[in-house]
């Protein structure tokens, strides 16, 4: 037997295996016939009756496999599964599953049909083998569940971002664990720091590692972890609270303690929109700029919007200036702008750069970041999103939509040879006339890269905005007496095949043969925003696209096929669409594709790509998240009935301020696809409507998928930002709102 695909795979993505539990109807049947083919794949040479005939005990049986590419195929199977169920198939799976290769990592944050009593009994089973439990976003657990974690003795690491904790409960629990270096937790309202036990801080004491995501102003357990080396903070603190009061960002009783920084290696800081964030990562900050760790190699702070610079955020830089030698640094657009910082800031061997939405022109990058074009082989991402001038020389005068200047991306891409993530989305990044000197051609250079993300602007070919794709006027022959359609136009058979004729010939149809192994491209209309915003009501216009974005169309789509290896692909605010045909390329060659986010594709007034959306979704079998993004989308059942051919699919999110959705088409579609634990429509539908459906899918649902999330409702509601705030954050950070993920986060942030 084969191993498993690694993109339809469980364990080795932290993805979700099939559970075997039992549930009713449909599902209940299904899960019978997949255990009766796991237990008929699994038996061993022993359990092989002796009437078979000679042809039929002939084939291939799994345990003749070495024990070495057993554990391989097992590895790829979620840890409840193998500890629960298989195991049990015979004796030699019985002691393989139980390998400390398969149980020192426990990774439960995408299982979503694991539950409490499976936690439970995966820790009485294997508890003191545990080494790193990953429990992240588990918020349908039980508070209760995490009392059950004090089993695994011998914890070394553990990740319970997003599940729920007291302050009695988090100190009942890090008592026992004094082995733990590596820690992530969530300080809710009420946390009270005072409520932790002496034991609980010695553990404390001990952590090296720390990852705190904040939702009421507070130090968390900062102070009690005296030998931090990394450091992690998500500050997602609103600014009101439920009754409309506005908050403070003093921090609560208690919580005057001073963190300890002596030891840091690594500040990560990353801040919702609101100035409350802004005033508690400051009481972070503080600290720091009064006594710079000399061993802090990467200081990073993402704030989206102004985050002024104050005095002590400035002798904080001066004294890192002075002081320190970085290998990765993100800072707040105003930190930066009309600054000499960077001319200061010293460099070891960074990995990663961070400049987004700063005034960065092409010579202070070329002179400042990468020294003159030297070698920076070490380099592996940089993010430069919403830089509109990074790759333009200084000039008064120039304008965003300008050309930019290839000899500065060539100095880039020759110094930063081994890029692996690069984001170059939200500007204008228009190239000139000149041959082989196109973005295109240049960034084929670069073979390493992973993830890309690019402006719809800056893939076209120059030739295409002299040579424009055939307009209205000259598709209808101008003749005396002939009327012209006003509305939905017809265009000729033969033009799309002119087109991949074009395109297969065009400067990014060779940079996607030329990056065979880019696993995440994103392409978005450098004036794209997307209708859902984070903290704010829904966006009812939005800017149109810019001019040389009108030739990018279908042909263009077609050209991703090449990427045989890719697993996320991002499409926003392509004006040329015309029927959607690419993405049937992509959905026949990219069998790997998990994740995709389509938004403003064509005409405003009507999905014309429709047709060929319900073409793909039959072809991806991997697919996983789905987000789509048009103002007119029409959710109904040949829609629904199309994207249940994606037998994997776990999330669902359409935005669509003017869109419809038939009731009926979507409970058959959750019926019919079982691993679908999140479903979140924000439409265009009366209150009422939306209600009455997230109630009929929770009350049909919610006792076989416990971690089902339903939200629905009318996009242009006032209330829309408080049903936002109850979303967990694993989904709205995900999937749910629209935002470029490349090199978002230095990679490897956090195990």
């Not at 810019?546 to 263009?556: K, L, P, T």
């Not at 048009?630 to 829609?639: K, L, N, S």
Request: one cysteine or more; charged letters at 20%.
């Amino acid at each position: 037997m084969a191993a498993p695909e690694e993109p339809c795979g469980g364990r080795a993505g932290g993805e979700p295996g099939r559970d075997a539990a039992g549930s009713s109807g449909a599902g209940r049947r299904q899960r019978r016939r997949r255990d009766r083919a796991a237990a008929a794949m699994f038996r061993s040479e022993e359990e092989i009756g002796s009437g078979e005939s000679e042809e039929e005990s002939n084939g291939v049986n799994l345990m003749e496999f070495s024990d070495e590419i057993l554990l391989h195929i097992l590895s790829y199977v979620p840890c409840t599964d193998l500890v629960l169920n298989v195991r049990r198939t015979c004796r030699k799976l019985a002691t393989l599953c139980l390998d400390k290769s398969l149980t020192h990592t426990v990774l439960l944050q995408k299982d979503y049909k694991v539950n409490k009593d499976k936690v439970k009994q995966l820790m009485r089973d294997i508890g003191k083998e545990i080494y790193q439990l990953n429990m992240a976003g588990c918020y349908w657990l039980p508070s209760s569940t995490i009392d059950h974690v004090t089993r695994c003795k011998n914890l070394v690491k553990l990740n319970l971002s997003g599940c729920h904790i007291t302050s009695l409960r988090l100190s009942k629990m890090l008592s026992t664990l004094q082995h733990l270096h590596s820690l992530a937790i969530d300080v809710n309202p009420g946390f009270d720091a005072s409520q932790l036990s002496s034991e609980c801080k010695a553990t404390l004491s001990r952590v090296s590692e720390l990852k705190q995501t904040l939702y009421t102003p507070s130090y968390g357990v900062v102070p009690c972890c005296t030998s931090l080396e990394k450091l992690l903070l998500y500050f997602e603190i609103l600014d009101r609270s439920r009754e409309g009061f506005m908050l403070s960002g003093q921090l609560m009783v208690g919580e005057s303690n001073v963190p300890h920084y002596q030891n840091l290696r690594v500040f990560y800081a990353r801040l919702a929109p609101g100035y409350v964030n802004q005033e508690v990562v400051r009481l972070y900050l503080a600290v720091l700029s009064d006594r710079t760790p000399e061993n802090l190699h990467a200081f990073l702070i993402s704030a989206p919007g102004s985050f002024a610079e104050t005095g002590a955020t400035k002798n904080l830089l001066d004294s890192m200036a002075r002081n320190v030698c970085l290998d990765a640094l993100q800072l707040p657009k105003a930190w930066i702008n009309g600054s000499g910082l960077l001319q200061h800031l010293k460099f070891n061997n960074p990995f990663y750069f961070s400049f987004s939405r700063c005034t960065l022109s092409g010579g202070h990058l070329i002179q400042r970041v990468i020294n003159g074009g030297k070698d920076l082989k070490s380099l592996t991402s940089l993010n430069l999103s919403g830089c509109v001038h990074c790759l333009a020389p200084e000039s008064l005068f120039r304008k965003a939509e300008d050309d930019i200047d290839s000899s500065i991306l060539e100095s880039l891409v020759v110094s930063c040879c081994n890029l692996r993530h690069l984001n170059l989305s939200a500007a204008h990044h228009h190239s000139s006339e000149s041959i082989g000197n196109h973005l295109c051609q240049l960034l084929s250079r670069l073979k390493h890269l992973l993830s890309l993300a690019l402006p719809v602007c800056s893939i076209t070919d120059v030739a295409a905005n002299v040579e424009k794709p055939p307009t209205v006027s000259n598709l209808v022959p101008q003749t005396f007496g002939r009327k012209v359609r006003i509305g939905i136009q017809t265009y000729p058979r033969n033009l799309a095949d002119q087109a991949n004729q074009k395109i297969e010939s065009s400067v990014f149809w060779a940079l996607m043969g030329n990056l065979r192994y880019l696993e995440t491209l994103e392409i978005i209309g450098s004036s794209f925003s997307s209708a859902m915003p984070r903290n704010e009501p829904a966006i009812r216009n939005s800017l149109p696209p810019c001019v040389r974005a009108q030739s990018v169309g279908d042909a263009e789509v077609a050209a991703i096929s090449q990427l045989t290896y890719l697993q996320s692909l991002t499409l926003a605010q392509l004006p040329n669409i015309l029927t959607g045909s690419g993405l049937i390329h992509i959905g026949l060659q990219c069998q790997h594709l998990r994740t995709l986010s389509l938004a403003n594709l064509g005409m405003m007034g009507k999905v014309v790509y429709m047709s060929a959306l319900m073409d793909m979704l039959k072809h991806c079998k991997c697919l996983r998240d789905l987000r789509l993004e048009q103002p007119y989308f029409c959710a109904g059942a040949q829609f629904f009935q199309a994207l249940s051919h994606c037998s994997s699919l776990q999330r669902l999110c359409i935005v669509s301020r003017s869109g419809t959705l038939q009731s009926d088409a979507v409970m058959s579609f959750m019926a019919n696809c079982l691993e679908v634990i999140m479903c979140h429509m924000f439409m265009g539908e009366s209150l009422t409507v939306c209600k009455s459906l997230q109630q009929s899918i929770v009350r049909s649902f919610q006792a076989d998928r416990p971690a089902l999330n339903v939200v629905i409702f009318p996009l242009l509601h006032e209330d829309l930002t408080e049903v936002i705030r109850d979303v967990p954050m694993r989904h709205l950070d995900e999937i749910t709102l629209f935002k470029s993920r490349v090199a978002e986060e230095p990679p490897n942030l956090w195990w």
